[in-house]
């Protein structure tokens, strides 16, 4: 089957705020979700006030593999748990769970369990692949329009194999993907090597996804706050959002850590994981898991690859960036904690050693992790707060939080401004997790 490339604009038929103009909105968190949120404001005219309690170089917007995946599947897809479920008590597998007693990490996988579904992940692959066509609008246009500096590649990137049966499950996804207009190319390992000679002679073939992009996560992270604070938006970095003050129903700004209160006409949450708890408070349900990622930097290999490239049986991603190589990857379920297990730092370099030359020579510069918010069924929460007026929440992407953060961020600036939205954003809405959601849409919607 053959499905046409989507349009690149459709309505939101369900925008609050069409006419109106927020004087003040408040965006709590500076990742990649919430930095493009505060630029895209800004450029519409609005009063922005970007806030978070590190840096905009930190954060798991910034460590990333970089990978900018139009289109790509989400992670949940029919079959997953039957072959996965050997890998979650195994610390050695890129899926891992430490044993642990938590009702609503169990909660959270019986969902996963049941979005695994053939029709969940066909509305999920409708979906994502709509919005892979805005991210690669939004990069383009971010990247050429402001002289971002940040590595930007449009080369895209190549899924690379060992393993027969491997590269024939690589094909039927390449197949769908190429089914929603995209362009992917299969080399055998010979064309692969005249390619990248880096590669290994035991690498069979790979599958290149050329309509997507890569760049430098933190570079361009912290290039886009710049750019935004040159459009008017106040960064207050260092300081820690206790909570949303709602009063009668509105949020009516934030409150700090340290005492301040500051007052907005919109709370946009673009906080990640974090978003869960403090959209909690508020009695509203974001049920999402921490997903916490791993990388390794590396001085450059004497043969580096020139694309990245993800290992497609270990699902370590490999990146040339900043006159080096970085190895990303791993998916750990142990909650919100920043805890440094060597053994998985330990297993990106050997994962990744049986598909690229001359990793043994090179020198680790640095390790890192961070935490990517995970939803249940695949897809991210963009929308207005249930029940509460004048709050936004943009989060959850999960693995592919860098792709989407510039598409969300123009979603999220066009539903606050009440333009007419470059997607229709129902699939994504937070009401999709409400008890009784239906109720909770008008009454949450309504004046708003």
């Known amino acids: 089957m053959t499905v046409d ?22 965006v709590v968190g500076g990742g990649v979700v919430g930095v493009s949120s505060a630029y895209e404001l800004a450029a519409r005219g609005a009063r922005v006030t970007l806030i978070d309690r590190d840096g905009f170089d930190q954060g798991a917007s910034t460590g990333n593999a970089g990978i900018i995946a139009l289109g790509h599947p989400p992670l949940q897809r029919p079959g997953l748990v039957k072959q996965t479920l050997r890998m979650f008590l195994n610390p050695s597998n890129p899926l891992y769970i430490p044993p642990r007693l938590d009702a609503d990490l169990l909660r959270w996988f019986w969902n996963f369990r049941r979005a695994c579904s053939q029709a969940q992940f066909e509305h999920a692959m409708r979906v994502l692949t709509e919005m892979g066509w805005l991210a690669g609008e939004c990069f383009d246009a971010l990247v050429d329009g402001e002289q971002l500096d940040c590595e930007y590649h449009r080369t895209g990137w190549m899924e690379i194999f060992r393993t027969p049966d491997r590269m024939e499950q ?13 362009n992917v190319s299969e080399y055998d390992g010979n064309e692969l090597r005249e390619r990248e000679p880096a590669i290994r002679d035991d690498v069979i073939g790979a599958f290149h996804y050329t309509d997507s992009r890569f760049a430098n996560p933190r570079k361009f992270v912290v290039e886009l706050a710049r750019a935004a604070e040159k459009r008017g938006v106040q960064l207050r970095t260092g300081v820690t959002v206790q909570r949303v003050i709602v009063d009668d129903g509105i949020a009516r700004g934030v409150s700090l850590t340290n005492g301040e209160s500051i007052d907005a006409d919109v709370v946009v949450l673009a906080c990640g994981i974090w978003t869960r708890d403090m959209a909690q408070q508020m009695q509203v349900n974001v049920p999402m898991q921490p997903g916490k990622g791993y990388h390794v930097n590396l001085t450059e290999p004497r043969r580096c690859p020139t694309t990245v ?38 297993m990106l370099r050997i994962a990744a050693r049986d598909y690229l030359h001359d990793l043994d020579s090179c020198t680790i510069r640095s390790t890192w992790c961070g935490l990517r918010p995970c939803t249940a069924d695949g897809l991210p929460v963009i929308g207005w707060a249930p029940g509460v007026r004048g709050a936004f929440i943009a989060t959850g992407h999960a693995m592919m939080g860098f792709a989407l ?9 066009e539903a606050i401004t009440g333009e007419k939205t470059s997607m229709d954003l129902a699939p994504f809405s937070p009401d999709r997790y409400q008890t009784g959601h239906r109720s909770h849409r008008s009454t949450a919607h309504a004046g708003q």
Do not use: W
């Not at 904690?337 to 998985?344: A, I, L, P, T, Y």
């Open 5 to 26: 490339a989507p349009p690149k604009s459709r309505s939101d038929s369900t925008s609050p705020r069409a006419g109106a103009s927020p004087q003040h909105i408040i």
């Open 170 to 182: 690589g094909r039927e996804e390449a197949e769908l993907v190429r089914s929603y207009g995209y």
């Open 309 to 346: 490239c993800v290992c497609s049986e270990t699902f370590v991603a490999v990146t040339p960036i900043e006159g080096g190589l970085r190895l990303a990857g791993t998916l750990e379920f142990s909650g919100i904690n920043h805890r440094m297990v060597q053994r998985r730092i330990d």
């Open 405 to 413: 953060g510039p598409p969300t961020g123009r979603l999220v600036a």
